[in-house]
């Protein structure tokens, strides 16, 4: 299982404003990649391609081999894609629980034993009994992360792709949360794909490109 992008160009009004230009990288299961950029330099954008939330100005993206058109990136994100981001993204009035319930439900996939699922999803995260049943504005920003990665889970799908998933955590908190992120790629073969600008999430990583003067250099 390896994403893909072949040649891939991006610019969002004037071609010449290019942020990257025919970019070729691979990514591999069982890998934690991060990708370092001064700010503004296109890495969210690079991710909301990965991630299935835009399409190439010109390029192409495959997944195990298979070009994904746009006609099929809904099929992409449902199947394939799962998102985290720095602020969460969480119904804090909700449970842990009924966070990541809520996803399966939008999702449409139906497990055998769903509650079973969840709670699983939730305890691979390193949450309690205690802590997945009370109203998430309870929990520490490390644990709302920590929800956030459980819901991105629960649907096990292939790729997990992280927009600076640390940016509001200290940093013991955001060495567990990256150590988290490897336990899901090398256990779990996963493909893990972090945004940060934070050194240690970087040295923490398997791979990692920076992203400068509108190039993408493998940096570690
Ligand atoms: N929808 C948009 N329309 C036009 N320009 C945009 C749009 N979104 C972002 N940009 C511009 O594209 C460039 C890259 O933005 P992007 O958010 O991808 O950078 P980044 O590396 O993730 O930055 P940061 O680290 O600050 O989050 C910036 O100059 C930004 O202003």
Redesign the pocket.
């Known amino acids: 299982m390896t994403l893909k992008v072949e040649n891939l160009t991006y610019y969002?009004?004037n071609p010449e404003d290019y942020?990257f230009k025919e970019v070729t990288q691979t990514f591999a299961k069982g890998t934690v990649y991060a990708i370092l950029?001064?700010?503004?330099?296109?890495?969210?954008?690079?991710l909301?391609l990965l991630a299935g939330l835009d399409t190439p100005k010109s390029g192409t993206m495959s997944y195990d081999d298979q070009i994904i058109k746009a006609s099929n990136l809904t099929n992409y994100r449902k199947k394939t894609v799962s998102t985290v981001f720095q602020a969460y993204n969480l119904l804090t009035y909700m449970s842990a629980y009924d966070n990541v319930k809520t996803a399966v439900k939008i999702s449409a996939v139906k497990f055998e034993d769903e509650k079973a699922a969840i709670e699983e999803a939730l305890e691979k995260v390193g949450l309690t009994n205690e802590m997945i049943y009370k109203p998430v504005s309870k929990l520490s920003g490390g644990q709302q992360q920590r929800v956030a990665i459980a819901r991105a889970l629960v649907l096990n799908h292939d790729v997990i792709i992280a927009?600076?998933p640390t940016g509001n955590l200290d940093e013991e908190t955001t060495a567990q949360i990256v150590e988290l992120f490897k336990k899901i790629a090398h256990e779990d073969k996963k493909i893990v794909i972090i945004?940060t600008?934070e050194t240690e999430v970087a040295n923490a990583s398997d791979v990692v490109y920076t992203?400068k003067h509108r190039k993408f250099e493998r940096t570690a």
Do not use: A, I, R, W
């Open positions: 969002y009004t942020l950029g001064q700010s503004g330099s296109g890495k969210t954008t690079f909301s927009d600076e945004v600008h992203l």
